[in-house]
Structure formats: C-alpha cells, structure tokens
T-cell receptor, first 115, second 112 residues
Framework: DTGVSQDPRHKITKRGQNVTFRCDPI?????LYWYRQTLGQGPEFLTY????????KSRLLSDRFSAERPKGSFSTLEIQRTEQGDSAMYLC?????????????FGNGTRLTVT | QKEVEQNSGPLSVPEGAIASLNCTYS??????FFWYRQYSGKSPELIMF????GDKEDGRFTAQLNKASQYVSLLIRDSQPSDSATYLC????????????FGQGTRLTINP
C-alpha cells in the first residue's frame, strides 16, 4: 500500500493558463475526494467520486473546474483559465465504501501558484 | 457563524504538559468527528476519529465528544516538541461519504 499519490507536487503557472492535476488513490478504495486548502484555512470540500461516478460537487467548483475519474481508478482535476485566486493546495483523498465511515487519508497535495 | 470553529491560537504548551484543543460545530446532525495534524507545508494527517459521546484514547491522544454541547476536544498528554503543528478539527455532515467540514485549525507550539 503506497498511500494516495498526487502529481505534480508543485505547479507554477501564469494567469489564464490551464492546469491539470492527477491523483492515484489507495488501490482498494472506491471513493475519491478533492479538497482545496488556502493559507491559514482548513481544507474545503470540492467534489467526490464513487467509482467513476461524480456524486457531488461543491458550489466552490466553478465552471472552470472539472474533475474526472474515467475508469474508477485515478482522477484528474483540471482548472481552465487559471486566476490568482486559484492559488492553493489541492488535496486528494480516498476511502473505502465497504467500511462505512472509513476515515479519509490525504495525499501529499499539489501546491498551485498562479502568477 | 462558521460550521466548525476552532481557536486559531497560537497555543503554547511546555514540554511534558497536557495540550488541550477544542472545537465546536453547528450541525446537530453531524455523525463523525476527526482530528488531523498538519505540519507546515504538508498535507493533513489523521490522528483520531470519534463517533460516540465520551472519550476515546489512543496512546498519548484522547478525543472527547459531547454531542449535546456540540463540542469535540483533543488532549495530548506528555507533549513533545514534535507535536508542534496545526491541529484541524473536521466534522462529517452527511451519512456515508466523507464530506468533511474543517475548522481553520489551531496552531500548537510545544516549548522545550
């Protein structure tokens, strides 16, 4: 078990560019979550998947954000036309449906800086 | 009113003493409660979770839950400098999926 893996660890981009992040969950986990954390705040829920189905999206997730989990394994989070306010740590986590309220285990995160 | 509130600190505790971290939440229907530790620049790391009223102990850590008063706390006994971090309280507001609402975190410093 290698834990939740995220790539890249850091991303610096210019305003207006598109970026894509990848998350590989713990292999037997069928639920995958994306959270965002800004400096001095706790993480905020963005969206989650059960297998390949995206079951809920936060209103924080504007139309510029899209997440996919095409085969129910890894997930991608894309941000189009990035803005400086998108600068944050993007955290991925996974859990197992079969264990009821199995706690979330986060990956190391992708830190995005928009200049 | 924020859904999950924590004192942002900083909370300073001498080494070897008990550190007490508190959290209140607004949604009475909340089902499960979590404490995460976060070192600067790192991702949150799960320390403990608690579902039922009362105390839950794990090593030097004790989580306490009082649903009637809508608060959850974390006690760290025999505090070590390595415990210096931000502690995040999180509440699950729905059944099943882990849609957690986090507090802003309490920054804890253990002084040698």
């Amino acid at each position: 078990d290698t834990g939740v893996s995220q790539d890249p660890r850091h991303k610096i981009t210019k305003r207006g560019q598109n970026v894509t992040f990848r998350c590989d969950p713990i292999s037997e986990h069928n639920r995958l979550y994306w959270y965002r954390q800004t400096l001095g705040q706790g993480p905020e829920f963005l969206t989650y998947f059960q297998n390949e189905a995206q079951l809920e999206k936060s209103r924080l997730l504007s139309d510029r954000f899209s997440a996919e989990r095409p085969k129910g394994s890894f997930s991608t989070l894309e941000i189009q036309r990035t803005e400086q306010g998108d600068s944050a740590m993007y955290l991925c986590a996974s859990s197992s449906l079969g264990q009821g309220n199995s706690p979330l285990h986060f990956g190391n995160g992708t830190r995005l800086t928009v200049t | 009113q924020k859904e999950v509130e924590q004192n942002s600190g900083p909370l300073s505790v001498p080494e070897g003493a008990i550190a007490s971290l508190n959290c209140t939440y607004s949604d009475r229907g909340s089902q499960s409660f979590f404490w995460y530790r976060q070192y600067s620049g790192k991702s949150p790391e799960l320390i403990m979770f608690i579902y039922s009223n009362g105390d839950k102990e794990d090593g030097r850590f004790t989580a306490q839950l009082n649903k009637a008063s809508q608060y959850v706390s974390l006690l760290i006994r025999d505090s070590q400098p390595s415990d210096s971090a931000t502690y995040l309280c999180a509440v699950n507001v729905i059944q099943g999926a882990q849609k957690l609402v986090f507090g802003q975190g309490t920054r804890l410093t253990i002084n040698p």
